[in-house]
């Protein structure tokens, strides 16, 4: 019998104009490198006996997974609002470089990014990331209290940029 797990919480449907055009040219890529995936499954599958041949279930299980990919891409991108602006730049909103300091007097910079973009850049945070949602809204000179791993930590908005 398998686990049943819930399904998971839906991101937020939100991406920066520079995270979308990432997407959009591994899009691209996807398509060009399917082609010739297929081309290579074509030639395999000319040589004969389809059960033993290694390249030939090698670049089916490729082309799988591309096509998985690609789909996901078609299914997700026509749902994301790209986030071009914010017309109050001294607060923290969506696409914010963050700044913050916590009591050691250590700094991080962080990104609030969407979902589909947060593994790019190991700054990024998504969102939807308890850390993101305790400084959406904050000014500089703003505290929030991060709890982590059952430990409070005071952290200290001291810097607020947005890309160009």
Same mark, same amino acid.
């Given at each position: 019998?398998? =686990?049943? =797990?819930?399904?998971?919480?839906?991101?937020?449907?939100?991406?920066?104009?520079?995270?979308?055009?990432?997407?959009?040219?591994?899009?691209?890529?996807?398509?060009?490198?399917?082609?010739?995936?297929?081309?290579?499954?074509?030639?395999?599958?000319?040589?004969?006996?389809?059960?033993?041949?290694? #390249?030939?279930?090698?670049?089916?299980?490729?082309?799988?997974?591309?096509?998985?990919? @690609?789909?996901?891409?078609?299914?997700?991108?026509?749902?994301?609002?790209?986030?071009?602006?914010?017309?109050?730049?001294?607060?923290?909103?969506?696409?914010?470089?963050?700044?913050?300091?916590?009591?050691?007097?250590?700094?991080?910079?962080?990104?609030?990014?969407?979902?589909?973009?947060?593994?790019?850049?190991?700054?990024?945070?998504?969102?939807?990331?308890? !850390?993101?949602?305790?400084? @959406?809204?904050?000014?500089?000179?703003?505290?929030?209290?991060?709890? =982590?791993?059952?430990? #409070?930590?005071? !952290?200290?908005?001291?810097?607020?940029?947005?890309?160009?």
């Amino acid at each position: 019998m398998g =686990r049943w =797990r819930p399904p998971a919480p839906k991101s937020a449907p939100y991406i920066t104009a520079e995270g979308y055009k990432k997407l959009e040219q591994e899009t691209a890529d996807l398509w060009s490198k399917r082609n010739e995936v297929a081309k290579a499954v074509t030639a395999a599958a000319a040589e004969g006996d389809r059960s033993e041949n290694a #390249e030939y279930i090698y670049r089916k299980k490729q082309l799988r997974e591309i096509d998985s990919r @690609l789909g996901y891409l078609q299914r997700r991108m026509p749902k994301l609002t790209i986030v071009r602006e914010v017309q109050d730049k001294t607060r923290v909103f969506f696409g914010a470089w963050i700044t913050i300091e916590d009591e050691e007097g250590n700094e991080k910079r962080h990104r609030i990014v969407g979902a589909d973009e947060f593994d790019d850049h190991e700054q990024y945070i998504t969102v939807d990331s308890p !850390l993101a949602k305790l400084l @959406l809204g904050k000014t500089i000179d703003d505290e929030v209290i991060f709890e =982590r791993m059952g430990v #409070e930590q005071m !952290l200290y908005v001291i810097r607020i940029e947005y890309d160009d």
